[in-house]
Nanobody, 118 residues
Framework: QVRLVESGGGLVQAGGSLRLSCVAS????????MGWYQQTPGKQREAVAVITNVGRIDYADSVKGRFTISRDNTKNTVYLQMNSLRPEDTAVYYC????????????WGQGTQVTVSS
């Protein structure tokens, strides 16, 4: 059973920084992506940043130049460094691991709240 545990959310003033971490445990196919998604009330969950096991990275346009995603494959951990935070970044952030093989699993963390005050 795959389990994802997130940490690092909280309250920060606009312009500040936060670092999210997500540790994955359990059996995961090595060919996978790890990513962060955000969700606000009444809206669909949207991708913020995704990194594959070979290091391919995609960012949402709204966070380019401010957020940095990285991963440590030896620790099955993905990070999201969030700088220059804005009030519109306020959301619940979910960690995701997706196995990039046919029939692969798609796993989610419980979410961590990020609140940016103006």
């Amino acid at each position: 059973q795959v389990r994802l545990v997130e940490s690092g959310g909280g309250l920060v003033q606009a312009g500040g920084s936060l670092r999210l971490s997500c540790v994955a445990s359990g059996s995961i196919v090595s060919r996978n992506s790890m990513g962060w998604y955000q969700q606000t009330p009444g809206k669909q969950r949207e991708a913020v940043a995704v990194i594959t096991n070979v290091g391919r990275i995609d960012y949402a346009d709204s966070v380019k130049g401010r957020f940095t995603i990285s991963r440590d494959n030896t620790k099955n951990t993905v990070y999201l460094q969030m700088n220059s935070l804005r009030p519109e970044d306020t959301a619940v952030y979910y960690c995701n691991v997706r196995e990039l093989v046919g029939g692969g699993g798609d796993y989610w963390g419980q979410g961590t709240q990020v609140t940016v005050s103006s």
